[in-house]
């Protein structure tokens, strides 16, 4: 343990208090010599300052599990406010987490592509680039863009909101970029043939690997882009992930009330799920605990 202000280690015990809403627990205060600050053994964990640190883990797993907010409020007897502030602070751990264990050298295909949604109205459509480790389907990295409306909606998009932004090559870039980072041994990254990709994917990683491009096939069933109809997938690894996300994830569910209000909370969500789906799913640990 470190001070978490100067992180020095010339501390000493400095009394104690008895926490009220973590059951009474008795918690430890120090004094830092060095910077003078007070800290305890509460300080920078995940439900830090919370009145219902009880419920963040239940949260988590119901958030994860196809739950919309709301409903998980209810489940779990909260204010859905505490919900969203449960989703802000676990999703910000999340991320953080995620960036700390996704480092491996044994990485050696990575599968990328992008899946659509839509914040506040079906004109304000969302990018979220995810890249894939082809052999353990890992999520390696998650992103999300906004891009502006296509084919019949993008004239009635434009006349009420306005242009919108197209952020999908920064962001697709930015996954490309942590997917360099977290695999020093890439040998080749795949994708469908979307003619943007040949570019970032040269610009990102040189001509050091190999770019493979498939081309893209229709869904299998209705509203399910994601399973792909007949024969060997090529991108299964990919397109059963996104599959679990949208499963996963209520506002991402096709054919569903619950919609993404705002893009920085469905990247909580998104980030928080790339946690869970790398730790607990594929992990096979659920009791596992977001620290
Ligand atoms: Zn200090």
């Not at 400095?14 to 009474?24: A, P, V």
């Not at 869970?276 to 596992?288: R, V």
């Amino acid at each position: 343990m470190v001070c978490p202000r100067c992180k020095s280690e010339n501390f000493k015990k400095n009394g104690s208090y008895t926490s009220k809403s973590h059951r009474q627990k008795l918690v430890q205060r120090y004094y830092c010599r060095d910077c003078e600050s007070t800290f305890s053994d509460q300080t920078g964990t995940l439900t830090c300052g919370e009145r219902k640190p009880y419920a963040t883990q239940l949260v988590m797993r119901l958030l994860m599990s196809g739950v919309s907010q709301r409903r998980c409020a209810k489940i779990a007897d909260l204010h859905p406010i505490t919900v969203a502030r449960k989703l802000e602070r676990l999703g910000l751990r999340a991320a953080a987490r995620n960036l700390e264990e996704s480092t491996l050298d044994s990485i050696e295909e990575v599968i990328f592509d992008e899946m659509e949604t839509f914040e506040h109205t079906k004109c304000k459509p969302v990018s979220i680039p995810l890249a894939v480790e082809k052999q353990s389907r890992r999520i390696i990295a998650i992103g999300v863009a906004s891009m502006p409306a296509k084919g019949k909606l993008a004239k009635i998009s434009g006349a009420k909101y306005g242009a919108r932004d197209d952020d999908r090559k920064e962001a697709l870039a930015h996954v490309l970029e942590c997917v360099k980072n977290a695999a020093p041994g890439i040998k080749v990254i795949k994708s469908d043939m979307c003619p943007r990709y040949p570019n970032i994917v040269k610009k990102t990683f040189g001509g050091q690997i190999k770019h493979i491009t498939y081309k893209g096939r229709r869904g299998c069933i209705v509203g399910q882009g994601e399973l792909k109809r007949g024969g060997f997938d090529t991108l299964f690894s990919l397109n059963h992930t996104c599959a679990m996300v949208r499963d996963n994830l209520k506002r991402l569910s096709r054919r569903t009330w619950c919609t993404t209000k705002k893009r920085g909370c469905l990247k909580w969500m998104l980030d928080l799920y790339v946690w869970c789906h790398n730790q607990l799913l594929l992990g096979a640990d659920w009791g596992m605990a977001l620290a």
